[in-house]
């Protein structure tokens, strides 16, 4: 299924892309994305599927809008 | 005493006087310096009900035991005084070598009464204290003034120092530093302007007291390295506080078109990506790991320094999806000395009360070039919409009335930073107590309620959240005196400043101590904010109308048909006074303000008005 992934930030340098479409499995969760993208487990980040905030294991579905982003703290 | 020079410098602008003062090491280590020294300054000596623009208001620059010490980010300055914007406590910080060259001079705060006859510029240098005629620069901008100070004394001095807007009493115009932008939303540079005191200037040759000083500069001298090479691992500085305004667009938090709507499609052509393509340099304030302040050209090729709330405010705003415009907008604040933020909210709220029909006019948002027209209106006070616009959006909204007020985008009289907070209870909670109006500074918890809680949540979690970092951004940072971005962007431990503080001060402070300090200066605040409304309630801490009105809720996007409920914002808001310790207006109880040592402002207060 095909899902777009936008990057925020300094993880647009890291990973060397700031948006996307991707073709990944059916049951993709946000979890299983950020290792297809190579973000380092590191990285403390927080991921929105359309725009709210999800938990690691939530699944993906197809035509969604994925945001990686760093956790800003709002200078 | 160690970690504290131990003195202030009050000068007298009315009769061209000063004097050295002491303060004792018991006052230092309860109120320990910055906004902690303004605070209580301010409280003592102001008698309540005073015109902040007259004689009578003082203006404070106020440093704290670590401000000036080679360690990361720590070349930062309070400004403080009555606010003229919100009648209340107002300051802010901004980076300037005046941090170090004051300290140098032997004082922590500067006490600055009074009112010139003329046009004034105060030099400092060590004992010596000048009252110099300013006539030659009154009417000019910041970048002309400060260029006029370098070539008399140069660039290695100490300057604050205000433009047109502060000169025309512009309520929200801010103190000026080339090295560190602007600060002082809440009016600080009307102040400057109504004592005719258009510069300071300073420059300090000795040692600031530390009780270690070797152990002291191998620890600072370290982390300075350490904290600038996490900046580089980490990235940050690429696109620095504006990384954020992409992610805001994204979760429906952009101001756009004066907070009407959370994101917009052509947000991405002002975002942190576009910056860095057009960055035409970097600063950054003295003893800065992390410089933030990126420049572009602007359509008439001059640089232009932006971060995330001038391009918020400035740009989406208003509906400007254009940098080298937005550019414009932000050289004229800087120049003329104009909070960019309170700027900006200003000029989207004139152009939504035109859309509206609530007065009469042909600005229009997106129209870059009228906004100028109106913005250099505002800080010469050109014209019915120069004086109108001047004072303020919540002023202006009760002069053209037809529920205008109701999207003046402030806090208390202090325009909203650029969140929107249609819905983010627990960012609108921040806004709404932060002790100065809607600024950031105090607290942003955003991506904690996206995160860590639901962003539908009211609970008490959330006002938990905004205490605790009210302690740390509010308190710690702003009395220590250092800037907070180490901490809150790269993850720099909060475990490092009792460790600066001790080695400077020779004390065996934990972070425990701190917050009872940071809980003691929110409290004092408080009582200043009683004393000159002593009629006030809950209300004062409410954000604008427009956020809870469900006509204004987004029609599609993350948050389509949601806004913020008064019932559950106010018992949000209760949660916050429980906590807290205040009663149900929001003011400390009498049990809190013995807790942290506060009776004798305590007693202060109750001339004015009542504690339960």
Redesign the interface.
């Known amino acids: 299924m095909k899902v777009v992934v936008?990057l925020?930030?300094?993880f647009?340098?890291?990973l060397g892309f700031?948006e996307k479409e991707m073709d990944v499995p059916p049951g993709t969760t946000a979890e299983t994305l950020v290792r297809l993208v190579d973000l380092p487990a590191s990285r403390?980040r927080?991921i929105?599927r359309?725009?709210?905030?999800i938990a690691p294991g939530e699944a993906i579905e197809a035509g969604d809008?994925v945001?990686i982003?760093?956790?800003?703290?709002?200078? | 005493m160690n970690g504290w020079t131990g003195h202030f410098l009050r000068v007298n602008l009315s009769t061209q006087t000063y004097k050295k003062e002491s303060f004792s090491e018991e006052f230092a280590r309860k109120w320990v310096g910055g906004r902690g020294f303004a605070a209580k300054i301010l409280y003592d000596e102001l008698e309540p009900g005073i015109d902040p623009l007259g004689p009578e208001n003082k203006l404070i620059v106020a440093l704290g035991p670590i401000a000036g010490i080679p360690a990361p980010n720590t070349g930062k300055t309070v400004v403080a005084a009555k606010s003229p914007i919100t009648g209340g406590y107002g300051d802010g910080n901004l980076g300037s070598r005046v941090t170090e060259h004051l300290r140098k001079s032997g004082y922590d705060a500067l006490i600055v009464e009074g009112r010139a006859e003329r046009p004034t510029m105060l030099y400092v240098e060590d004992d010596k204290v000048e009252f110099l005629p300013a006539s030659e620069v009154w009417g000019k901008g910041t970048y002309e003034t400060n260029a006029w100070i370098y070539a008399k004394y140069g660039k290695g001095v100490g300057v604050l120092n205000i433009g047109q807007a502060g000169e025309n009493l512009v309520r929200y115009a801010v103190v000026r530093s080339l090295e560190g932008r602007a600060g002082g939303r809440p009016g600080m540079g009307a102040v400057m302007g109504s004592k005719l005191l258009k510069a300071i200037v300073v420059k300090g040759s000795r040692p600031i007291p530390q009780a270690d000083p070797p152990a002291m500069k191998k620890m600072g001298t370290e982390d300075l390295r350490h904290v600038h090479e996490i900046d580089k691992e980490?990235?940050?500085s690429?696109?620095s506080?504006t990384?954020?305004l992409?992610?805001c667009n994204?979760?429906?938090a952009l101001p756009v078109r004066n907070f009407r709507k959370t994101?917009h499609p052509e947000a991405w052509k002002v975002d942190?990506?576009r910056l860095n393509d057009a960055r035409i340099a970097t600063y950054g304030c003295p003893n800065c790991t992390m410089r933030c302040g990126i420049t572009i050209h602007d359509t008439a090729g001059r640089e232009s320094e932006l971060?995330?709330?001038n391009i918020g405010l400035l740009g989406p705003n208003l509906e400007i999806f254009d940098l080298p415009r937005v550019g414009d907008l932000n050289y004229m604040c800087d120049d003329y000395g104009i909070d960019t933020m309170s700027g900006g909210c200003v000029l989207s709220f004139y152009a939504d009360a035109i859309d509206h029909g609530a007065v009469q006019g042909d600005l229009k948002f997106g129209d870059a070039d009228k906004f100028k027209e109106v913005l250099r209106k505002i800080a010469l006070r050109e014209g019915d919409v120069g004086r109108l616009l001047g004072e303020g959006s919540l002023r202006a909204s009760r002069a053209i009335g037809k529920g205008s007020e109701a999207y003046a985008m402030q806090v208390k009289g202090l325009e909203v930073a650029a969140?929107n907070c249609k819905f983010i209870p627990g960012m609108a909670l921040a806004f709404g107590v932060s002790p100065i109006g809607a600024h950031?500074k105090e607290s942003?918890?955003?991506?904690f309620e996206?995160?860590q809680t639901s962003?539908e949540s009211y609970g008490a979690e959330k006002a938990h959240k905004v205490i605790e970092l009210q302690r740390i951004r509010g308190g710690l940072f702003e009395y220590l005196v250092s800037c907070r971005?180490p901490w809150?962007?790269l993850?720099w431990s909060l475990e490092n400043y009792p460790k600066y503080f001790n080695a400077v001060t020779g004390l065996d402070w934990t972070l425990d101590d701190f917050w009872t300090v940071s809980d003691r200066i929110y409290s004092l605040i408080k009582l200043f904010w009683l004393r000159e409304f002593p009629g006030t309630d809950r209300r004062l801490d409410y954000p604008p109308a427009v956020w809870f009105d469900p006509a204004n809720a987004d029609t599609e996007?993350?948050?389509a048909g949601q806004v913020l409920e008064y019932e559950k914002y106010d018992g949000l808001l209760q949660h916050y006074y429980d906590i807290r310790g205040y009663d149900r207006r929001g003011i400390p109880t009498r049990a809190t303000l013995d807790r942290l040592g506060l009776a004798t402002e305590a007693a202060a207060a109750e001339k004015r008005g009542k504690l339960t």
């Open positions: 936008k925020i930030g300094p647009i340098r890291a700031s403390p927080i929105t359309n725009g709210r905030a809008r945001v982003s760093p956790i800003y703290s709002g200078g | 980490s990235g940050w690429v696109q506080t990384g954020v992409a992610w994204e979760v429906a994101h942190g990506e971060d995330y709330e969140y950031h942003w918890v955003i991506t996206l995160k962003r971005f809150i962007e993850g996007g993350p948050i």
